[in-house]
């Protein structure tokens, strides 16, 4: 019997490198991270996911990170799960866009920090793979930015010549506010949908 059943990514053609700069409890060291940032400049890497958060600004993450976007590479990060007004690192820089996520009512993910944030996204009770070749069901700002890079994929693939600029608008475009009108520290400038207004 054949079961058809699994998940399918929000931009099933893109090519995914699994860049690995922190061990298997989540933990690291910048050092590692700008490895890995070197690596995708060197292998013309398009759009880089950043599903972690630093508390404080690091030189060498941020020189990293102004390299890769001189590179012309999109950056997408998550916010920090700290429940207070740190966003974190990289999610601050600017030229990075930032995600924080929201469940199936739009409401604010309680552990989501307030502050520099771009766009929201789906984080609440997301089903995902695990480690054990099964499922699980996961919240957190990081399960939100994978999403839009997703989208961000998608968008690149329609035309690979988009620049930062044009990405965000584009985002924005697809957005719907949940907050005060206009951009706020808690959702940005709103949840990000797969369809124009």
């Not at 700069?21 to 759009?47: A, P, R, T, Y």
């Not at 972690?52 to 590179?71: G, Y």
């Not at 429940?83 to 995600?99: H, L, R, T």
Request: aromatic fraction near 8%.
């Amino acid at each position: 019997m054949t079961r058809n059943f699994g998940l399918v990514g929000v931009a099933p053609s893109a090519d995914i490198y699994p860049v690995k700069v922190l061990d298997d409890f989540g933990q690291g060291v910048v050092s590692d991270v700008e490895k890995g940032i070197e690596w995708c400049i060197k292998n013309n890497i398009d759009v880089i996911n950043m599903s972690f958060a630093v508390p404080e600004d690091d030189p060498l993450l941020k020189n990293s990170i102004n390299n890769a976007l001189d590179h012309g590479i999109i950056i997408i990060a998550s916010a920090s799960n700290s429940s207070d007004e740190n966003v974190g690192y990289p999610a601050s820089y600017p030229g990075v866009i930032s995600v924080s996520s929201v469940d199936i009512k739009y409401s604010k993910y309680i552990k989501s920090s307030n502050g520099k944030i771009d766009f929201s996204a789906p984080g609440v009770h997301i089903v995902t793979t695990s480690k054990d070749n099964g499922y699980e069901i996961v919240d957190g700002n990081s399960i939100a930015a994978p999403h839009i890079t997703g989208l961000v994929a998608l968008l690149l693939e329609y035309d690979r010549e988009l620049s930062l600029s044009d990405i965000y608008s584009m985002l924005k475009s697809m957005s719907v506010e949940l907050g005060i009108p206009g951009k706020d520290k808690v959702f940005g400038e709103g949840f990000v949908r797969l369809t124009h207004k």
